[in-house]
């Protein structure tokens, strides 16, 4: 939550209107406004935390000890320190350098970790994970220093900077309906069944929820390739054609871990059996973050005409359905009912983000591939539901229904890989 209100969604804002800038001077001039201010506005929010670090900690904790004021602190820290390195690494994007980019991620993350080991043997416990964040993160940006400062001017524009807001500033509101459609489900799960129901629920959508790293791999370059080619006179069609193969990606990974995800969670808790009743949800969450996917490749009309606002709306509409659904199916479903909540939810705010971005940026979606892709996925996954009991043989069906679907979707050109298909 901190995160999203520390940068008034100017990550989101810097990216889009810098595509809208062709001189070097003021995507430069952008870059040096974007990086002070936000640089000012987490350093402000940071010191808010830490003199409110009573109050807030009462807030969230239900209790304001020294020990715990200081976990929230340096909660904060993490954040604030994050502030200044989201420009750095949107000019990376922007520059094509993935290369470059995965091996900071990298560095991040070996640091972060290493931190973490030795300082939790050391027996500082959890203020030892976080310390080992707010540093990783802390060094993360200073090595990311030297690319704002070759990419960026020093200067100060306050139209760039309203721009910038004016797409941003929506998704705040946006980030934050996101995530009490995310979590919404485990405080009324909490209304209705035991905690240890909960708490196998959040296994069951843990496991189901590893379709994220797809979407997550996929969306820093997605962004850079739409708002590049969104002015050309093809672009519409352009796009079309790689949401389809995009999609077929997407419903590849769900696919595996509708299939696989409930083996999985059982496999790696073989002396807990009471866990095994999340392997359920698993498939059902998955099928959730598919139709996440889908919004984030049929919301791009919103994004390439910079109508932000109609975001936290798509998003409200979602967070309601789901928060309404929860209510309505949890009493009678128990957790099954959370997780097809979260179904509904991001369903519809798939089909609203295809209906809003078609109004504004008509893209030619291929209704009939898709349509064939979204049949092929279903029928592959009901037929692993007849896999054998035996553990040996009915892995070998599930893994070769996984692989069919990408060879069913290449073999009957439902997607075509050739390099010219796609317009690459």
């Known amino acids: 939550m901190a995160k999203i209100v520390f940068r008034l969604g100017l990550d989101s804002g810097f990216f889009r209107v810098h595509y809208d800038l062709h001189i070097e001077g003021e995507q430069r001039r952008l870059a040096g406004t ?7 506005v987490g350093t402000v929010f940071f010191l808010g935390t ?18 715990l004021r200081r976990l929230v602190v340096l909660a904060a820290a993490d954040v604030w320190l994050g502030t200044f390195a989201f420009v750095p690494l949107a000019l990376l994007r922007i520059q094509d350098r993935p290369g470059l980019f995965s091996a900071l991620a990298a560095f991040r993350h070996t640091v972060n970790i290493g931190l973490k080991v030795a300082l939790v043997v050391k027996g500082l416990g959890l203020a030892g994970v976080l310390w080992s964040d707010a540093i990783a993160t802390g060094l993360f940006s200073l090595v ?14 306050s139209p760039l900077l309203r721009a910038a807001l004016g797409f941003g500033a929506p998704k705040v509101p946006h980030g934050i309906l996101v995530q009490a459609l995310n979590l919404a489900d485990r405080k009324i799960l909490d209304l209705f069944v035991s905690r240890a129901e909960v708490g196998i629920y959040q296994l069951g959508y ?32 352009l796009l079309a054609r790689v949401v389809t193969w995009a999609l077929a990606a997407f419903l590849t990974v769900s696919l595996a871990v509708a299939v696989l995800g409930g083996d999985l969670l059982v496999l790696m808790t073989p002396r807990n059996p009471a866990f095994w009743s999340g392997a359920a949800i ?35 509409a979602a967070a309601a359905t789901n928060i309404g659904f929860n209510f309505l199916l949890i009493p009678r479903f128990g957790i099954a009912g959370a997780a097809w909540a979260t179904v509904f939810s991001y369903a519809l705010m798939a089909a609203l983000g295809v209906f809003v971005s078609h109004g504004l940026y008509p893209v030619p979606f291929e209704t009939r591939r898709l349509a064939a892709l979204l049949a092929a996925a279903g029928l592959l996954y009901a037929l692993s539901l007849l896999a054998p009991a035996d553990r040996l043989a009915g892995l070998a069906v599930k893994l070769a229904l996984i692989a069919a679907f990408p060879a069913l979707a290449v073999g009957t050109g439902v997607v075509e890989t050739r390099r010219g298909r796609l317009g690459l």
């Open 206 to 237: 843990t496991f189901g929820g590893t379709v994220k790293f797809a979407l997550s791999a996929f969306e820093p370059a997605w962004q850079p390739f739409v708002y590049s080619q969104a002015r050309r006179p093809e672009a519409p069609a």
């Open 144 to 157: 990311l220093a030297p690319i704002l400062v070759r990419h960026a001017t020093l200067a100060w524009s």
């Open 282 to 316: 698993v498939p059902v969450v998955a099928l959730a973050y598919a139709f996440h996917g889908a919004f984030l490749l049929g919301s791009i009309g919103i994004g390439i005409e910079k109508r932000a606002r109609y975001y936290p709306m798509i998003t409200a």
């Open 50 to 67: 830490a003199l409110g670090a009573g109050p807030l900690t009462r807030l969230v904790l239900g209790t304001d000890a020294p020990a």
């Open 34 to 40: 974007v990086a002070l201010f936000a640089g000012a």
